[in-house]
């Protein structure tokens, strides 16, 4: 079964940029839907934005034009480019992974903070 990890969070400027990785292990991503998730202080887990197997996108509204999110099937690896960063932004962001056929067949990472401030 698959795991993955977070990395590349930190402490940003407003309008600055990052870009978080989220490196699967055990399996390949290329059979996994995966998705950005985030979480701030006192508030639900909201999906950020999604890649299917097939390679198809999802954003969210509320950061539509300023992330996107990409695979690199080679690396094993998902990212989530992040520019145009806000304070709103701040939150703890996860990845998730699900089994392209079976839905049961999942994995959340520990998550990596993002912190965007002056």
């Known amino acids: 079964q698959v795991q993955v990890v977070e990395s590349g969070g930190g402490l940003v400027q407003p309008g600055g940029s990052l870009r978080l990785s989220c490196t699967a292990s055990?399996?390949?991503?290329?059979?996994?839907?995966m998705g950005w998730y985030r979480q701030a202080p006192g508030k639900q887990r909201e999906l950020v934005a999604a890649?299917?197997?097939?390679?198809?996108?999802n954003i969210a509204d509320s950061v539509k034009g300023r992330f996107t999110i990409s695979r690199d099937n080679a690396k094993n690896t998902v990212y989530l480019q992040m520019n145009s960063l806000k304070a709103e932004d701040t939150a703890v962001y996860y990845c998730?992974?699900?089994?392209?056929?079976?839905?049961?067949?999942?994995?959340w990472g520990q998550g990596t903070q993002v912190t965007v401030s002056s």
């Open positions: 998730h992974a699900v089994h392209y056929r079976d839905s049961n067949i999942d994995s």
């Open positions: 055990g399996s390949s991503v290329s059979i996994y839907h």
């Open positions: 890649i299917n197997s097939g390679g198809s996108t």
